[in-house]
């Protein structure tokens, strides 16, 4: 088993910041390329932003300049500092992973959501 525990959502004014955090734990051997997604109501779920164990990022165009991907190997954490804050970046917001588990099995994993909001 596998748990993606997030923290760091809430509610925020335009312009405001946000830092988010996940720490993957259970039966792992590695971890590749670790992320974040969201989904607004009504709208799929995408992925934002992307961070492989090297150390190379991706972050859509909507985000780039304003989010953030980093990482913290040997705490299997994943952060995303979002600065800002538009009222089109409000949605659950998702931790993405790929784990490679004890047992061989490579399996891509989502945490629980956090709610962004992002209102005057």
């Known amino acids: 088993q596998v748990q993606l525990v997030e923290s760091g959502g809430g509610l925020v004014q335009p312009g405001g910041s946000l830092r988010l955090s996940c720490t993957a734990s259970?039966?792992?051997?590695?971890?590749?390329?670790m992320g974040w997604g969201r989904q607004a109501p009504g709208e799929e779920r995408e992925l934002v932003a992307t961070m492989t164990t090297s150390g190379q990022t991706n972050h859509v165009n909507s985000v780039k300049g304003r989010f953030t991907i980093s990482r913290d190997n040997a705490k299997n954490t994943v952060h995303l500092q979002m600065n800002s804050l538009k009222r089109k970046d409000t949605a659950v917001y998702y931790c993405?992973?790929?784990?490679?588990?004890?047992?061989?099995?490579?399996?891509?994993?989502w945490g629980q959501g956090t709610q962004v909001t992002v209102s005057s």
């Open positions: 259970g039966n792992i051997f590695s971890i590749d390329t």
């Open positions: 993405n992973t790929n784990i490679l588990q004890k047992n061989g099995r490579r399996n891509q994993h």
